[in-house]
């Protein structure tokens, strides 16, 4: 029967979805990665700074050339209270 050949075609090419690594934003604040893989937006778009999923792979962000994946320099955080 077709069903099976069907099932057995879409098993052997699924569908990838970007990963949009995390990374610090503008603001110094750290935003956990995600997973693009909610309806036709399975590509990670926008900037270094603020990524998002979006449709189509002319758009998607080259991920490897941003360079904010370190706590920047200029956010102090507070020493840990003594004991």
């Not at 057995?8 to 693009?36: E, M, R, W």
């Not at 920047?72 to 020493?79: C, E, G, I, K, L």
């Amino acid at each position: 029967t077709d069903s099976g050949l069907g099932c057995y075609i879409i098993g052997l090419s699924p569908l990838n979805h970007d990963t949009c690594l995390g990374y610090y934003d503008v603001s110094g604040q750290y935003d956990k990665q995600f997973v693009c893989n909610n309806t036709n937006h399975r590509f990670c778009c926008g900037t270094c700074y603020l990524r998002f999923c979006c449709e189509y792979k002319k758009d998607r962000l080259d991920q490897k050339a941003c360079r904010n994946y370190h706590s920047p320099d200029w956010v102090q955080t507070p020493s840990p209270a003594p004991r």
